[in-house]
């Protein structure tokens, strides 16, 4: 099984910054790829940004430039530097794990809330 822990959440001001971290342990698999979600009030869970073993990064166009993913393999730990918040990026915040073949499987944190006062 697969254990994420989230940190990093809080209240911050628009343009302020925050750094969220999450640590995986158990058996997270050969390879996998790590990334961020968000779900706001009213919406649908969207994804913020995927990164994998190798260091490749996607963004959504709605924080691209200013949120930055990156990952640590040695501690199986992914973070999310988040700059520039503004009151729309206001959400709940997943960590995901996916394990890649032949393992396979998609695991999920508990969520961390962000809260950006205009």
């Known amino acids: 099984q697969v254990q994420l822990v989230e940190s990093g959440g809080g209240l911050v001001q628009a343009g302020g910054s925050l750094r969220l971290s999450c640590a995986a342990s158990g058996s997270t698999g050969s390879k996998n790829t790590m990334g961020w979600y968000r779900q706001a009030p009213g919406s649908q869970r969207e994804l913020v940004a995927t990164i994998t073993f190798g260091g490749t990064s996607n963004y959504a166009d709605s924080v691209k430039g200013r949120f930055t993913i990156s990952r640590d393999n040695a501690k199986d730990t992914v973070y999310l530097q988040m700059s520039s918040l503004k009151p729309e990026d206001t959400a709940v915040y997943y960590c995901?794990?996916?394990?890649?073949?032949?393992?396979?499987?998609?695991?999920w944190g508990q969520g961390t809330q962000v809260t950006v006062s205009a």
């Open positions: 995901n794990l996916h394990k890649m073949w032949p393992e396979g499987g998609d695991y």
